[in-house]
């Protein structure tokens, strides 16, 4: 049976990974400067996480949730702890888009409304709620068209107050650094007045930190930058360093009930394993910390770099913006430098979202790498 064929590959085979590194099937080793679309955390194959996973595999791998799960628990007060979100309540779930998709239920619920406000370039993923408020027609179908958004500009704070103000919006959804759109970020009167006016407008305030969050950009969440209180965060990329997980972190002012959200896989044994490895190994080994040091080093040399026109993002959610596409840039750091970049829907944007272990090294490497494809694009347009 061939494989329903939604994804453009390239032509590379990683069979095994360490660190930040991973190996083909040829034996070449990678520089693995994507971390798998800002998945991996704590680095491939930690051995502290494989040997958490593996010990809670051969131990009981799933059961459903009409059991008692002491990992859920544990798993819950690690992340109250360690991310600052005090008296917040975790559901659990399996990806990004269940995570969003949750959220915005939930928002629904509690307001008795149905309405969304979202942004241009925005992306929360690609079930029916979550893929209506993601700004992209090509991945909305006609069943998705149904739901009732309105996508504004980011920083159109007058337009989200005449929205609010009809009084029908149930939630509005913001990634606090956007993250396939291109790593543009609002200001913080933006983020701060919206956060106000959700408050006064009985409309749930959801931070999407599906991949900022988990310390990728500097601090455990990217809304924690802002003076604002969320109703409702969501969470999956680095949670599981690639095992799926998600979930989100809900104000106490929404109120459980039984039955109101479920989900068979959300919450197993084996998911809180790695979701507690992960955060066990961001604290031991201070990941926020290193997050912070290695962002301002690449920034400092990104700088130097005549042919970078802007540098987005924060902490290791960083992009390069040129004045060219990057596909072929892309390719040569692939093919002949052995490094994974990642790229966005701004086509001029080189993303980099590598495991929170990275090191200075890594980095240098990076630098030269590109600055050698630079020079030999220069000297390919001269002889053009
Ligand atoms: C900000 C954001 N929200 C939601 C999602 C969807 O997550 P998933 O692919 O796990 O459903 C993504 C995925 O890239 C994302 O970047």
Redesign the pocket.
Known sequence: MPLFNVYPLYDVTPVSGKGVYVYDDKGAEYLDLYGG??VISIGHAHPKYVDAVSRQVSTLGFYSNAIKNPLQKELASELERLSGCKDYELFLCN????A?ENALKLASFKTGKSRVVAFKNG????TSA?VAATDNPNIIAPINAQQQVTILDLNDVEGVKAELEKGDVCAVIV?FIQ??GGLDMATADFFERVDALCKANNTMFIA?E???GYGRSGKFFAFQHYNVTPDVI?I??GMGNGFPI?GILIHPDIEAKFGLLGTTFGGNHLACAAGLSVLHVIEEQNLIDNVNVMSEYFIKIAKTIPQIKEIKGRGLMLGLEFDFEVGDLRKKLIYENHIFTGGASNKKLLRILPPLTVRKEHINMFFEALIGVLAEFENKAVEA
């Open positions: 679309h800002a990806s990004g888009a269940e969003n992306f929360h993923g690609r979550a990634e993250g396939v999407d599906v991949q900022s969501s999956a990329k998600g």
